[in-house]
Nanobody, 126 residues
Framework: VQLVESGGGLVQAGGSLRLACATS????????VGWFRQAPGKEREIVAA????????YFADSVKGRFTISGDGTKNTMYLTMNNLKPEDTALYYC????????????????????WGQGTLVTVSS
């Protein structure tokens, strides 16, 4: 399963970005997805997670109300839409996926994911 992220870049505080995580049709179905980020000098942290049906979602407190997670089955792509960005959102963002039978579970622990993208850098200037 390959995951290819895109959409990162430099944005001013208060701005928006939409990250994309493209994969194959096989991986889009039956795979729960998570978005993680790692800032310089900090540990990787969960940002958002979604069950493969979209029935269940999770957002870290730091992004709740600002970030949304969605999927487009016609493009086999997952999205992380980030609004009202803050300088503390600056990080390398990764999407991750794992097979899931239930359809309603999401996963917040990075060790539970089998597949990872290469990362896309988001820089928010103040």
């Amino acid at each position: 399963v390959q995951l290819v992220e895109s959409g990162g870049g430099l944005v001013q505080a208060g701005g928006s970005l939409r990250l994309a995580c493209a994969t194959s049709r096989r991986a889009f179905s039956n795979h729960a997805v998570g978005w993680f980020r790692q800032a310089p000098g900090k540990e990787r942290e969960i940002v958002a997670a979604r069950s493969w049906t979209g029935r269940s979602t999770y957002f870290a407190d730091s992004v709740k109300g600002r970030f949304t997670i969605s999927g487009d089955g016609t493009k086999n792509t997952m999205y992380l839409t980030m609004n009202n960005l803050k300088p503390e959102d600056t990080a390398l963002y990764y999407c991750a996926a794992r097979w899931d039978r239930s359809g309603h579970r999401y996963y917040t622990d990075g060790t539970e994911y089998s597949y990872w993208g290469q990362g896309t850098l988001v820089t928010v200037s103040s």
